[in-house]
């Protein structure tokens, strides 16, 4: 409960300090580069972390196995119930209600030309994105190797130091990302607003997405042998690449594999909302996709939502997206008892 105090401290007085600063939002452009330059410190020191457990380095293959099917489980433990709660509200796969304002919205055009339309590209992946998550990855990888092939070959007393340090370091650095991240959103100044625009009957799908991707996802994290808490941690990401691994890391040496697997699961969990919401809207149904990008629902894949989807589909996505965050911020921790 201490972690989980200072965490949300720090990112509630990031927005506080800046929704008194948003009359000068434009002075703080670099805010997105150095919560990017924060999260590429804290991928390479897990990284590093994982290359030093042996049995991480020993069982890499398992590791990405379980955490795809892992998340093949998440995943449609999210659209399974958006899809129960879609039907008990008596909506289409468009989100048009059946009955009272059937005809309020028609089925758009075909996905292709909708983006096309918007930004005259055809493309709903935004390049920056990938390209940083194309970073994130090669910087685990690199991390992962030094770990293993150079810090691995040094005496047990330099690793057990490097493991206190690293250790330490992961809170530091994450609780400067969470400040960040509550101060970008106090700068843009449309939380509550949003929040106040979703309404209570909207808020009955992210719920469902968040309590159908911990169920299947923790059953299938106990199929591989995890334990309820290691099961209901790595379901809890979310997505959130960069704090449900920290967090379950920083528990202990004895979940450094339950912290690989949770790194690689919630980073498909993400690659698959820009993959497969475009490729799934119109088949699946417009809310069930935005149950599949976890966190990513309020941020990388909100315009692409917006493109494969309808505008108002959006107001779907925030939600679920801010509910994953919260609930990622809370359970993660308790589940690990920091």
Not at 21 to 47: E, S
Not at 85 to 93: C, L, S
């Amino acid at each position: 409960m201490g972690l989980l105090a200072l965490y949300w401290g720090f990112m509630i007085a990031g927005y506080i300090v800046a929704s008194r600063l948003r009359h000068n939002a434009g002075k703080f452009g670099f805010v997105q580069k150095a919560m990017m330059g924060t999260v590429y410190i804290l991928v390479l020191i897990m990284g590093l972390r994982m290359g030093v457990n042996e049995q991480v380095a020993a069982n890499l293959g398992r590791i990405g196995l379980q955490a795809l099917v892992m998340t093949v489980f998440a995943v449609a433990g999210s659209m399974l119930a958006i899809f129960a709660v879609r039907k008990i509200f008596k909506m289409d796969r468009f989100g048009n209600q059946a009955c009272g304002n059937a005809g309020a919205y028609e089925e758009p055009e075909d996905g292709a030309e909708q983006m096309e339309a918007s930004d005259g590209s055809g493309s709903s992946i935004n390049h920056e994105d990938v390209k940083n998550t194309l970073i994130i990855l090669g910087l685990v990888a690199a991390g992962m190797l030094a770990g293993c092939f150079i810090i691995s070959g040094l005496s047990e007393e330099i690793i057990e130091s490097f493991n206190v340090i690293s250790g330490h370091s992961l809170t530091v650095f994450l609780c400067i990302l969470l400040t960040f991240v509550g101060f970008d959103l106090g700068l843009s100044g449309n939380l509550a607003g949003s929040i106040r625009s979703v309404g209570m009957k909207a808020f009955a799908f992210p719920v469902a997405a968040v309590a159908g991707s911990l169920l299947l996802g923790t059953l299938s994290g106990m199929i591989f042998g995890f334990s309820v808490r290691e099961g209901i941690a790595i379901s809890a990401g979310f997505g959130w690449y960069t704090y449900a691994p920290t967090v379950i890391a920083g528990a202990g040496a004895q979940y450094a594999v339950a912290s690989a697997v949770s790194f690689m699961h919630n980073v498909i969990r993400e690659l698959s909302g820009i993959i497969l919401i475009p490729v799934l809207a119109k088949k699946t149904g417009y809310l069930e996709v935005t149950g599949i990008p976890g966190v990513a629902a309020m941020d990388v894949c909100m315009p692409i939502v917006e493109r494969s989807c309808r505008t108002d589909t959006v107001v779907y996505s925030f939600a679920t997206g801010l509910l994953m965050c919260i609930v990622t911020s809370v359970l993660v921790p308790l589940a690990m008892g920091v």
